[in-house]
């Protein structure tokens, strides 16, 4: 990952709804959610969500997807971990460290 993919990913989800949405579909899966469920179950205005997603998409961190009449978003997966690997990289000098996570 280069940094400015790193930083535009790190401004994205340095915002406590966006956090919290991209937690959310974190947690649902590849099967995403629709954009009114995540409104609903974050309590979030929808014309607010719909800019916090747009953000997160311009991020590269979701995806929209449409279903019939409903847009579907997803976590890249990918991303997330390229993000992880990144903030990771060459983590406390090739020694061992504390507890490695998704290994």
């Known amino acids: 990952m280069e940094n400015?993919?790193?930083i535009a990913a790190l401004?994205?989800?340095?915002q406590e709804s966006?956090?919290?949405t991209f937690r959310?579909?974190?947690q649902a899966g590849p099967d995403g959610m629709a954009a009114s469920r995540i409104a609903e179950t974050l309590g979030v205005p929808a014309s607010s969500l719909s800019f916090h997603l747009k953000e997160l998409t311009h991020a590269n961190l979701v995806v929209p997807r449409q279903?019939?009449?409903f847009v579907i978003y997803a976590a890249r997966f990918d991303t997330m971990?390229?993000?992880v690997g990144f903030l990771t990289e060459n983590?406390?000098?090739g020694q061992p460290c504390g507890p490695a996570c998704g290994t």
């Open 4 to 6: 400015k993919n790193a």
């Open 11 to 14: 401004a994205a989800l340095a």
């Open 18 to 20: 966006r956090l919290a």
């Open 24 to 26: 959310l579909l974190v």
């Open 67 to 69: 279903e019939g009449r």
């Open 81 to 83: 971990n390229d993000l």
């Open 91 to 93: 983590c406390c000098g």
